[in-house]
T-cell receptor
Framework: NAGVTQTPKFQVLKTGQSMTLQCAQD?????MYWYRQDPGMGLRLIYY???????DKGEVPNGYNVSRLNKREFSLRLESAAPSQTSVYFC?????????????FGDGTRLSIL | SQQGEEDPQALSIQEGENATMNCSYK?????LQWYRQNSGRGLVHLIL?????REKHSGRLRVTLDTSKKSSSLLITASRAADTASYFC?????????????FGSGTQLTVLP
């Protein structure tokens, strides 16, 4: 059971470079989410997609863009990476947003911006 | 801004002891969820308690919710070394046009063999 798959697992970028983090889920979930996790701060929501074709900003969207490619895939793009974006990025999926169902997480992408 | 705040930030206990973690939040919620995160891994859902529930059990886990105090607690009984992880509460709030989970900063639990 793959669940939520994130690629790559690790990445080092230079300031100003761009990159896309990939996420795919095989649970037929409607909703997908991107979070970042910084030391001592828990997870903060960057963007989410309630269903295929829709995306919305979360708590910390600046510097990021997303694409809900289809029901399975939700990508996160950094157009011009900054050191402040050094973090661990998690993708999650859920059945229906707001219905009290749990979210299922990938194992994260550890991103360092030099 | 974070909705839930866990207490304590770190907890170290002996195997076999019980571990209690607390979570406080600020606004009304639909439900509150607890997640576990092992080092280097993603979060795993443990248990969900709805706003109209006061207590819920799942195996060695017991969760309580006090909406009047805006607080929840997670009790792990008879802890094992494998319970060593970070534990996060997450609230599903009622405000806004689309509800989202808001996570606290977590409790790092260490169970010593």
């Amino acid at each position: 059971n793959a669940g939520v798959t994130q690629t790559p697992k690790f990445q080092v970028l230079k300031t100003g470079q761009s990159m896309t983090l990939q996420c795919a889920q095989d649970m037929n979930h409607n909703s997908m989410y991107w979070y970042r996790q910084d030391p001592g701060m828990g997870l903060r929501l960057i963007y989410y997609s309630a269903s295929e074709g829709t995306t919305d900003k979360g708590e910390v969207p600046n510097g990021y863009n997303v694409s809900r490619l289809n029901k399975r895939e939700f990508s996160l793009r950094l157009e011009s990476a900054a050191p402040s974006q050094t973090s661990v990025y998690f993708c999650a999926s859920g059945r229906i947003q707001g219905d009290g169902q749990p979210q299922h997480f990938g194992d994260g992408t550890r991103l360092s911006i030099l | 801004s974070q909705q839930g705040e866990e207490d304590p930030q770190a907890l170290s206990i002996q195997e076999g002891e019980n571990a209690t973690m607390n979570c406080s939040y600020k606004t009304s919620i639909n439900n509150l969820q607890w997640y576990r995160q092992n080092s280097g891994r993603g979060l795993v859902h443990l248990i969900l308690i709805r706003s109209n529930e006061r207590e819920k059990h799942s195996g060695r886990l017991r969760v309580t919710l006090d909406t009047s105090k805006k607080s929840s607690s997670l009790l792990i009984t008879a802890s094992r070394a494998a319970d060593t992880a970070s534990y996060f509460c997450a609230t599903d709030g009622t405000s806004g046009s689309a509800r989202q989970l808001t996570f606290g900063s977590g409790t790092q639990l260490t169970v010593l063999p």
